[in-house]
C-alpha cells in the first residue's frame, strides 16, 4: 500500500537554530512529493514539491527539502526557525500510477513548536 | 488571483440531517479535490471531479457525494449526517489539463461541520 509516514508528532526547536520534520514515503515507482503547513483554523498552505531532477528543493519561506531515494525519504528543513514558523506540517505523496489523478496521500502531520 | 473559496466556513447540523458545502476554485482551476480531516483519522480523500466527471474517489460510504459544474464549482453533500462525520472539510483546486501528475493542489480554508 502506499504510505507516508511522519515519525514525530511533535519537534520542538529554538528561535534561530535549524529545524528539521522528516518524512518518509513508501511508494512504488517514482514519488511525487510535497509539504503544506497548516495553521490554526485555515486549510493547507504548500511549501514546495518534489516531482523530478534536482534533489533538494527550495520552497517557500525559506523551506527547502531533500529528495533521498535511497532513504525514501524527503525531510523538510530550515535553517534558521522562526517563532512565526509554528504550525502543524504535512508531507503528502502523489502516486506515479493510476492515471490522470490528483489524489494526496497525507502523512499524519508534525507539530512544530518554536520557542523564542 | 483569488484563493480557493469555501461556503460556509462553519456548520452545526444534528445526526440524520443531510448537508450541502460549496467549493469555488482558483480561476481556470479545472480540478477539484475534496479531503476530510479529522483529530482520529488525520487527511483522508473523499474525491476529486475534473471536467463535471468524478475521476477518483476515496474509501468512503455512499452517503458522501459530490459534483461539479460547467465553471468548476464543487459541491459535496453529506446525507444522514452521523457524528463521525463532524470534521474539517477541505477542498482544493488544481490545473490538471491532461495528466494533471504534477499539478499542485492548493487548498481552501475548510469548513469546520459539527454534528450533535
Known amino acids: 500500500a502506499q504510505s507516508v509516514a511522519q515519525p514525530e508528532d511533535q519537534v520542538n526547536v529554538a528561535e534561530g537554530n535549524p529545524l528539521t520534520v522528516k518524512c518518509t514515503y513508501s511508494?512504488?515507482?517514482?514519488?511525487?512529493l510535497f509539504w503544506y503547513v497548516q495553521y490554526p483554523n485555515r486549510g493547507l498552505q504548500f511549501l514546495l514539491k518534489?516531482?523530478?531532477?534536482?534533489?533538494l528543493v527550495k520552497g517557500s519561506y525559506g523551506f527547502e527539502a531533500e529528495f533521498n531515494k535511497s532513504q525514501t525519504s524527503f525531510h523538510l528543513k530550515k535553517p534558521s526557525a522562526l517563532v512565526s514558523d509554528s504550525a502543524l506540517y504535512f508531507c503528502?505523496?502523489?502516486?506515479?500510477?493510476?492515471?490522470?489523478?490528483?489524489?494526496?496521500?497525507f502523512g499524519t502531520g508534525t507539530l512544530l513548536a518554536v520557542q523564542p | 488571483k483569488a484563493g480557493v473559496t469555501q461556503t460556509p466556513r462553519y456548520l452545526i447540523k444534528t445526526r440524520g440531517q443531510q448537508v450541502t458545502l460549496s467549493c469555488s476554485p482558483i480561476?481556470?482551476?479545472?480540478?477539484v479535490s475534496w479531503y476530510q480531516q479529522t483529530p482520529g483519522q488525520g487527511l483522508q480523500f473523499l474525491f476529486e471531479?475534473?471536467?463535471?466527471?468524478?475521476?477518483n474517489k476515496g474509501n468512503f460510504p455512499g452517503r458522501f457525494s459530490g459534483r461539479q459544474f460547467s465553471n468548476s464549482r464543487s459541491e459535496m453533500n453529506v446525507s444522514t449526517l452521523e457524528l463521525g462525520d463532524s470534521a474539517l472539510y477541505l477542498c482544493?483546486?488544481?490545473?490538471?489539463?491532461?495528466?494533471?501528475?504534477?499539478?499542485?493542489?492548493?487548498f481552501g480554508p475548510g469548513t469546520r461541520l459539527t454534528v450533535l
Open positions: 518534489y516531482i523530478t531532477g534536482d534533489n
Open positions: 482544493a483546486s488544481s490545473l490538471a489539463g491532461g495528466q494533471g501528475i504534477t499539478d499542485t493542489q492548493y
Open positions: 480561476s481556470g482551476h479545472r480540478s
Open positions: 511508494v512504488s515507482g517514482n514519488p511525487y
Open positions: 503528502a505523496v502523489r502516486p506515479p500510477y493510476g492515471g490522470a489523478t490528483n489524489k494526496l496521500i
Open positions: 471531479y475534473f471536467s463535471e466527471t468524478q475521476r
